[in-house]
């Protein structure tokens, strides 16, 4: 492991080189009380110490160098790199200590106090990139030597003539050869060196533009635009200036920014577009719809064209979510006076599709590859090349197979669609032979609730009814083809109640019964349940209004006690008060169901009976401050477990009425005695 003091040069410098060694000195001896035999700790340079932590795993270099921290603490901060050496691919000391130097570096590069273990791959690439970046300089510095641009067509979708190139920058190292524009491009740009390399492009391209432009009158150059060259303070002027100087109108050129680009601050890019825009320089949004932005961002921003990344074009002859995600996007794009460019477009399926949904310019292998200059030219300007009458015929091709070819394709594409439409619905769909019963298709929701999956050979009354012959009740000499017959199955086999819709259609070549069933039971129940609550507050309610409007106590708890049995679907419903002996045994007002009772019984229903007996039975205290007035019996209640709320909620007002009753006898009581 090296030790590093964080700005000790600057400490030196403002504090004094007294101060310096003293602080050298405490980071010595913290080293020293941290350590034991076998550990050994070596000074290298000014600030810089090495320990060689012999049997240590990760863990514990971790733990030494937070503890050196705490111990630092106040003093000065450390950085560390460390390396393990057992398996780091070398027994070189050196090598070794080169590899600790490099974690060291990386730990100051970051934020500094803190500690970095060496990594063998990101040492690799770093030094493959440390490496290719100095060749790429001295590149840059011998005129932009080994780098080159590829240009790839632009196709029109309205007849797949040209429209324009885009240029696409090389790189042929002299000792690597050529690098992907992926690997070098972020290179460029976090040295900045894009700004260079990309003016280089664009003079470039310009040039080359305006000399096809002498064979394909129109031709449009596309270049890439990195945000780096965007952040210049004279981008405007540089690219105006340039195609000034190649004589070249700006309706020419097309500047791609990618749309991962920080693209926020759109008073200051709507200045810079305005300015490009008024010289008919056009701005496209490369790779859309793969970065943050939408369509309503871009709204904010001058922008004539958005081109739609490869990741949504590719087979999109498959992927029903991409084609509704695309004919979207396209749509959109248009109502905004925005073109669309679609990239990627490998093959002929895929372009049938980007047919269909209008994109306006199309580019991809399946037209050409990204190609120099000869290629382009024996392509596309040389008539006498066997590759230009190629590219010829390739045209008429896809003219011809514009209009046929598609309709077949979509169609496919369409039912494709549909039946991932109708295997994401929640209804149950099926499709069964009116005269042999088979059942042709069903749909996941059907498979579902059935649990038959392979439904081969199976006819739809076993399936869907689990009967062996074909159910009584059958529609199928109902149905027409141009109205839905609509009916309700209480169907036992499946344990659902069902709306159903049916009608005929044809299936491949045969007329065959499709049907919709909309499985209603939870809604039945969920309906229920709000039904039995409106119920409950309405018996509330009217409990309380006898209570408190009948002047007739008696009268008024037989009507409540009605409303309670009535609600409880009780056979009978009573009140029992105190007897003398205190137990509440008095029999004071009851109910009973009229259809359940005969007279008889009724009238042999007697005082003393012993209510305990009847075991399902719910009950209800009447208590007013603390005093029982008496007990609300319900026998055979539907709902034991729901009604106790609402009988507490009764009992309070029978409560209520009982103590007022009580009031005003004894307020009569008094009032006759006074009057006597
Ligand atoms: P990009 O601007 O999105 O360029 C399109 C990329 O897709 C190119 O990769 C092109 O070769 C590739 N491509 C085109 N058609 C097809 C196809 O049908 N199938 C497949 N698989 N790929 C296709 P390339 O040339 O490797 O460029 C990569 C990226 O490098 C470019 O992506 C662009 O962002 C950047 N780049 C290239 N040249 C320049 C430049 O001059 N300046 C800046 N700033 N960036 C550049
Ligand atoms: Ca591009
Ligand atoms: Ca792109």
């Known amino acids: ?166 240029a696409l920058l090389r790189y042929d190292s002299p000792s690597k050869g050529r690098i992907a524009p992926l690997k070098f491009i972020p290179l460029l740009e976090a040295t900045k060196l894009i700004c260079p390399v990309g003016e280089w492009v664009l ?236 059942l042709y298709y069903i749909n996941a929701a059907g498979r579902r609730i059935t649990g038959v999956y392979d439904y081969t050979g199976a006819k739809c009354y076993q399936v869907l009814q689990g009967k062996d012959k074909p159910c009584e009740f059958c529609t199928n000499s109902k149905l027409s083809k141009n109205k839905f017959l609509v009916w309700e199955n209480e169907n036992k086999f499946l344990k659902s109640h069902l709306i159903l819709k049916d009608k005929l259609i044809s299936w491949k070549n045969k007329i065959a019964r499709v049907e919709f069933a909309f499985d209603i039971t939870k809604k039945e129940i969920t309906t229920q349940t709000i039904q039995e609550k409106l119920n409950l507050n309405r018996s509330i309610v009217d409990s309380c209004k006898i209570l408190s409007s009948e002047n007739d106590i008696n009268q008024s708890i037989r009507s409540v006690l009605k409303i309670i049995g009535d609600f409880c679907e009780s056979d009978h419903t009573y009140i029992l008060t105190s007897c003398e002996d205190g137990s509440l045994s008095n029999l004071s007002w009851e109910w009973y169901n009229e259809n359940k009772y005969s007279i008889k019984s009724l009238l042999s229903i007697d005082s003393n009976r012993n209510f305990a007996e009847n075991d399902d039975k719910t009950t209800m205290k009447i208590t007013r401050n603390n005093k029982i007035l008496g007990l609300i019996v319900v026998d055979n209640p539907k709902h034991k477990e729901k009604i106790d709320d609402f009988l507490e909620t009764i009992a309070h007002f029978i409560g209520y009425a009982l103590e007022a009753e009580e009031t005003k006898k004894t307020l009569n009581s008094c009032l006759i005695q006074n009057n006597n």
């Open 1 to 166: 492991m090296i030790v590093d003091i964080d700005n000790f040069q600057s400490l030196n410098i403002a504090q004094g080189r007294a101060y310096g060694d003293t602080i050298l000195k405490k980071v010595a001896t913290t080293l020293d009380a941290h350590t034991r035999y076998p550990t050994e700790i070596y000074r290298l340079e000014s600030d810089l110490f090495a320990i060689n932590l012999i049997n240590k795993n990760k863990d514990d270099i971790e733990n030494f160098y937070n503890e050196l921290k705490i111990d630092l603490n106040g003093t000065c901060n450390i950085s560390a790199g460390a390396v393990n050496y057992s398996n780091c691919g070398t027994t070189n000391g050196e090598e070794i200590y080169m590899y600790a130097k490099s974690a060291l570096k990386k730990a100051k590069k970051n934020e500094k106090n803190q500690l970095v273990f060496f990594s063998n791959d990101e040492y690799k690439k770093d030094l493959e990139s440390s490496e290719l970046l100095d060749e790429i300089k001295e590149c840059i510095n011998s005129n932009f030597e080994h780098f080159s641009i590829e240009y790839q067509p632009q196709i029109d979708s309205k007849d797949f003539s040209i429209y324009g190139v885009e």
């Open 203 to 438: 003079k470039k391209a310009v040039a080359q533009c305006k000399e096809w432009r002498k064979h394909i009158p129109n031709l449009h150059i596309s270049v890439n635009l990195s945000y780096i060259q965007l952040e210049q303070e004279n981008i405007t002027n540089t690219v105006l200036n340039i195609l000034e100087e190649a004589e070249l109108p700006g309706s020419a050129l097309t500047l791609e920014l990618t749309e991962n680009m920080q693209l926020q601050n759109y008073s200051y890019f709507n200045k810079i577009f305005y300015m490009w825009n008024k010289n008919g320089i056009r701005i496209s949004i490369d790779d859309f719809g793969t970065g943050y932005s939408n369509l309503s961002y871009l709204k904010l921003l001058n922008i004539n064209e958005i081109k739609i990344d490869k990741c949504f074009v590719d087979h999109i002859q498959h992927n029903a979510y991409n084609f509704r995600l695309l004919k979207n996007m396209i749509e959109l794009a248009h109502t905004t006076n925005i073109d669309v460019c679609c990239e990627g477009v490998e093959i002929i399926e895929e372009l049938m599709i980007l047919q269909e949904l209008n994109a306006d310019l199309l580019q991809g292998y399946l037209f050409y590859k990204p190609c120099t200059v000869y290629d382009f030219e024996q392509y596309y300007i040389n008539e006498e090349s066997e590759s230009y009458h190629k590219r010829q015929e390739k045209e008429e091709h896809m003219r011809q197979l514009n209009p046929v070819g598609n309709k077949e394709l979509l169609e496919n594409f369409r039912n494709e669609e549909i039946k991932n439409i109708i295997d994401s619905m929640d209804e149950i769909v099926y499709v069964s032979d009116i005269d042999t019963y088979e």
